[in-house]
């Protein structure tokens, strides 16, 4: 059964960093799965923050981050990972990563598989 695992989150103060991870069980990444990170803060519906191609040469980046957080993944671990830099108050939120076959979508509708969740807090 394909799982996905986040781990990484926690309190860190503004201009902080973090690195979310996200490991995979039940398939190995090489299978044409794209990977995704998205946010949910409270009273805010799901956006999509980042996501990495299976072969890991496309990436996409919500504007909101773009230029401070960095998708990666390590085929050889079945691992994603997502840098965050110079973190803001207003990227406080719940991070999911999600799997889908084929390319990258921002869209939280299109992805079949879903981790539990990750706490991000930013704060001072």
């Known amino acids: 059964q394909l799982q996905l695992v986040e781990s990484g989150g926690g309190l860190v103060q503004p201009g902080g960093s973090l690195r979310l991870s996200c490991a995979a069980s039940g398939f190995t990444l090489e299978e044409s799965y794209a990977i995704a990170w998205f946010r949910q803060a409270p009273g805010k519906e799901r956006e999509g923050v980042s996501c990495?191609?299976?072969?890991?040469?496309?990436?996409m980046y919500a504007d909101s981050v773009n230029g401070r957080f960095t998708v990666s993944r390590e085929n050889a671990k079945n691992t994603v990972y997502l840098q965050m830099n110079s973190l803001k108050p207003s990227d406080t939120a719940v991070y999911y990563c999600a799997a889908k076959r084929g390319l990258c979508l921002m869209s939280f509708t299109r992805y079949d598989y879903w981790g539990q969740g990750t706490q991000v807090t930013v704060s001072s």
């Open positions: 990495i191609t299976s072969g890991g040469r496309s990436t």
